[in-house]
């Protein structure tokens, strides 16, 4: 099967031109080689819905030598004129084959910029999977370049014809992804599951990791309130990025090891991750105070030995990129102001919804503040469940928005006898049944624990079902590192699984006697980690308070 990129959202049933384009997306991961790769614009959730890759150009395929074929898609009816095939929208009508040349002069331009006039190949194709060109003379597109409804069936074999597999490789190709990765605005999906295999890669929103970059003042200190799936991970991994380009260094802390783990694998080269403890621990052992991670309150007494110990110019930094924010206690800033140069950038990421320790918000006075509500990541209906729902006890929920086009991914709740642990686990082994069924794969499935890992009755299992568990076991080796059990879909608690996402979750032990604050947010933390499909495993009375049924 072709590689996809970004490979999310595949299974996701959508509706209108985003349906149409899935069909075709799915047709071409199965009938292309495992050395093509097609670049998509599916799921890209930018506010005008458009799904285009460049221009008009809905996918753009590169075969193993480094050649490129763009192809554009025209679902519907279409109308063949003198001037050309025309594609109606709405009272205006579009020619089609200027729309095509244009998208592909554009490319050509940006190609021979990057690489030098013909050093690459670039093809173009009109697919109309719904229309018979009758008059391929006066379409304005090569007839070679057409594929209609006569031979939708081949569309495959024609890309395939045009990019052989066994020709010698162009000299652009080895740098034609990182190319595309840059026209296209793609980064690293820092919020993908822990331990997945591949990388995926998502295009960046029209949102925070775009213009948030584009503010200047002095001294630089912006603090983004922005909720789940609105891009404040994406934004730390591209302030990164930004700052390696011009040669300074940066720091980027967060609360939550898992979090730190991966972005670690998706920063670029010369940056600094780590989690708050992390940090601690790697200041305190250059001056000597090297802390046991098996002994009692270890946390606490790393907090004080950063806090006490001197900063040289090995840890300070040009930008520091404080995430989750809302997780950080009042003392912790001052510590790590000490980081910044004296004209460093200091970034402050956080959601007051996903404050699951209940923590008084830090006082960052004269700070630039930056407030979003759009989520991006979750399917519509997630959202409206979290507006009506979740609003209802935490108010700051019902004013967000979806920025997703995806909708009707069918939220399924799974109640269970209240405090019966049994009851629970056999609910649970039911959801991830549910979600295989679907087709979503165990490494697609994240199983979230509402109650917490210390008071999960999963916890200490090492396989639910027919299905091993891979889970954080509580305790760290020598060096801080967290210690992992061996298994195929993963079990975390909602508190560890801040700042990531699943296609799937399954979450599980959703259980309170009334419907509060902290109820809430920790609910909202559960369903907007699923980028694809939420399962709740709720007990009856709970799911009585939310007016759920199974």
Not at 81 to 89: I, N, R
């Amino acid at each position: 099967m072709a590689r996809l990129i970004p490979d999310d959202w595949k299974n996701l049933a959508a509706t209108g031109a985003a349906e149409r384009e899935r069909e075709t997306l799915t047709l071409l991961e199965h009938a292309l080689p495992d050395d093509y790769t097609v670049y998509h614009g599916v799921h890209w959730t930018r506010l005008n819905r458009a799904f285009s890759v460049f221009g008009e150009a809905d996918f753009v395929i590169v075969s193993p030598a480094g050649r490129l074929m763009l192809v554009e898609q025209k679902a519907g009816f279409l109308r063949e004129t003198p001037k050309g095939l025309v594609k109606v929208y709405l009272q205006t009508e579009r020619n089609v084959s200027i729309q095509l040349a244009r998208t592909l002069e554009n490319l050509h331009r940006r190609f021979t910029a990057a690489f030098g006039a013909g050093t690459y190949c670039i093809e173009a194709l009109l697919f109309c999977p719904d229309y018979i060109v009758k008059n391929a003379a006066i379409a304005g597109v090569p007839t070679e370049s057409i594929v209609d409804a006569t031979r939708k069936d081949r569309l495959a074999s024609v890309i395939l014809a045009a990019l052989p597999a066994d020709e010698p490789k162009l000299p652009c190709a080895a740098k034609i992804h990182h190319f595309l990765a840059d026209e296209l605005a793609l980064t690293p999906d820092t919020s993908a599951l822990v331990g997945q295999a591949g990388t995926l890669v998502t295009r960046l929103s029209g949102g925070l990791a775009t213009w948030a970059r584009r503010l200047e003042f002095t001294p630089f200190r912006l603090r983004v309130i922005g909720t789940a799936g609105s891009g404040k991970t994406q934004l730390a991994v591209q302030v990164m990025k930004d700052a390696a380009a011009s040669g300074k260094r940066a720091l980027y802390v967060c609360f939550n090891r898992p979090l730190a783990d991966h972005i670690a694998r998706v920063a670029p080269e010369g940056s600094r991750v780590a989690n708050y403890h992390q940090l601690c621990d790697w200041v305190a052992r250059d001056v000597g105070a090297v802390q046991d991670f098996r002994a009692p309150d270890v946390f606490g007494r790393l907090e004080t030995a950063f806090a006490d110990a001197p900063i040289d110019e090995r840890w300070q930094f040009d930008v520091l990129i404080v995430d989750e924010g809302q997780d950080f206690q009042e003392p912790w800033v001052e510590a790590l102001s000490r980081l910044v140069r004296p004209n460093g950038a200091w970034w402050w990421l956080e959601d007051p919804l996903q404050n699951l320790y209940m923590r008084e918000s830090v006082a960052l006075p004269g700070w630039t503040v930056l407030t979003e509500t759009t989520n991006y990541r979750s399917p519509r209906d997630i959202l409206d469940f979290v507006r009506e729902k979740i609003g209802s006890a935490e108010p700051r929920a019902s004013g967000l928005v979806a920025g997703s086009p995806f909708d009707g991914s069918q939220i399924s709740f799974m109640p269970y006898d209240d405090a019966q642990d049994e009851a629970v686990i056999d609910a649970t082994k039911r959801a991830i049944t549910q979600a295989l069924s679907l087709g979503f794969r165990k490494q697609d499935i994240a199983v979230l624990s509402f109650r917490g890992r210390e008071g999960s009755a999963l916890t200490a299992l090492e396989q639910l079902g027919p299905h091993r568990l891979r889970s954080f076991t509580g305790k760290y080796d020598l060096f801080g590192n967290p210690e992992y059990r061996d298994g195929d879909v993963l079990l975390e608690s909602i508190y560890r699984f801040k700042g990531q996402s699943a296609p799937c979750v399954v979450l599980t032990e959703v259980d309170f006697d009334s419907f509060d604050e902290r109820a809430a947010r920790k609910l909202f933390v559960g369903a907007t980690r699923a980028t694809m499909k939420l399962i709740v495993v709720a007990s009856r009375r709970s799911c009585a308070l939310l007016g759920a049924h199974d």
